[in-house]
Structure formats: C-alpha cells, structure tokens
C-alpha cells in the first residue's frame, strides 16, 4: 500500500523565493496534517483539514505561509517570501478520522534549506 | 511551561537492558496518549497507544498516571535496533481532539 507521499524530498532556495511543498495522503484518509519540524522547537502542527476543509490554521507561523486542500488526494503548503529561519523538515500525516483512536500516518517528509 | 515534556536524553544502554522513559504533560482535559518513534532523518511512526490501564506490546510496555499527567515507556531486553528518538504524544484541543502534540522526544542509544 501507498504511504503518504511527499514531493520534493528536498529543497534549497534562496531567500525571497517561494516555495511549494506538495502531499498525496493515504487513500481513504480524509484528514491531513502539516508539520514543522525543527532541532529547537520539535514537531510543530501547522495546519490540518478534515475532507479537505481547513479546521485548524493556528500553528502558521505567519501570513507568508498559505495552505490548500483542492480535493481529497492533494495538498499544498506555500510559503513566499521564503526566509532562513524556514528551513526545517516539513511533514505531511493524514488519518482516518473515524478510527478509534486517530493514528496519523506521516509522510517521509520534505528538507527544506533556505538560503 | 510546554504541554508535552520529555527528557531529551540520550539515554546511553547495553543491549539487553531494561530502559525506561518518562513523560509529562499539561493538559488534565487531554484523551489518548501515544508514543511514536523516529529514526534518523526518518518519519515518525506510531509505536504503540497508551492506555489507562497499562498496555504492552511485546518487549514494549506503556502505562498512564492521569492523576500525576505523567506517561512512561519500558523497553526490556534492548536491541540494537531499539536505537531511535522516541516522542510522547498527547492529543490537544481541536475537534474530536485530532490535535497531536509532540515532546521533543528522548534519544536512546543501544550498544554492543
């Protein structure tokens, strides 16, 4: 069975620039999440969506980051302008939201470096 | 004060010994507990549930103390590849407390 799958795997960019994380959840999952993670602060929530409406946007950091649920098998984290202090590990999890007890399934996750 | 404490280790043991950890947590309205487990530069991956009334898994055991917020894990007869980071998790406000909140997890290393 297909994981959850993330693209790129890894990004370097410069300052300034805009930069788009992409993720496939699980089929049949119909909740997704976002996450940051970082040596300093760990494994942040940034966002996540129930069928593929935004619940909860309280862990983005800041307007430059934006993310969209367009359907059920894609999702998208943007962040423009880009800055150094962005550069962390970007995950992407889904679930099932009916199961008992809500595991997420995380995705290999994305290195993102700006320069 | 974080809502999900955890010693960050690295707990340094033998293979073959008995290792525990611990975590806190600040949320008394908080459901289910879990601990997940993360290789390097690798996902998390859910290690097992954490149950009230204590769970095991194998040569894993999870037990729960609501009344003192406290989370542990016990890894008995330690194998090399036990070597990973391990995070205790929490679910946080949200709806239907699909909101995880992650310690910054407790790094073991096993040796020969």
């Known amino acids: 069975d297909a994981g959850v799958i993330q693209s790129p795997r890894h990004e370097v960019t410069e300052m300034g620039q805009e930069v788009t994380l992409r993720c496939k959840p699980i089929?049949?999952?119909?909740?997704l999440f976002w996450y940051r993670q970082t040596m300093m602060r760990g494994l942040e929530l940034l966002i996540y969506f129930n069928n593929n409406v935004p619940i909860d946007d309280s862990g983005m950091p800041e307007d430059r980051f934006s993310a969209k649920m367009p359907n059920a098998s894609f999702s998208t984290l943007k962040i423009q302008p880009s800055e150094p202090r962005d550069s962390a590990v970007y995950f992407c999890?889904?679930?099932?939201?009916?199961?008992?007890?809500?595991?997420?399934?995380f995705g290999p996750g994305t290195r993102l470096t700006v320069l | 004060r974080k809502e999900v404490e955890q010693d960050p280790g690295p707990f340094n043991v033998p293979e073959g010994a008995t290792v525990a950890f611990n975590c806190t947590y600040s949320n008394s309205a908080s459901q289910s507990f879990f601990w997940y487990r993360q290789d390097c530069r690798k996902e998390p991956k859910l290690l097992m549930s954490?149950?009230?009334s204590g769970n095991e898994d194998g040569r894993f055991t999870a037990q729960l103390n609501r009344a003192s917020q406290y989370i542990s894990l016990l890894i008995r007869d330690s194998k090399l590849s036990d070597s990973a980071t391990y995070l205790c998790?929490?679910?946080?406000?949200?709806?239907?407390?699909?909101?995880?909140?992650f310690g910054t997890g407790t790094r073991l290393l096993v040796s020969p």
């Open positions: 089929s049949g999952h119909n909740s």
């Open positions: 998790v929490v679910n946080g406000e949200g709806t239907g407390f699909q909101k995880l909140v």
């Open positions: 999890a889904s679930s099932r939201r009916d199961s008992s007890y809500n595991e997420q399934f």
């Open positions: 954490v149950y009230s």
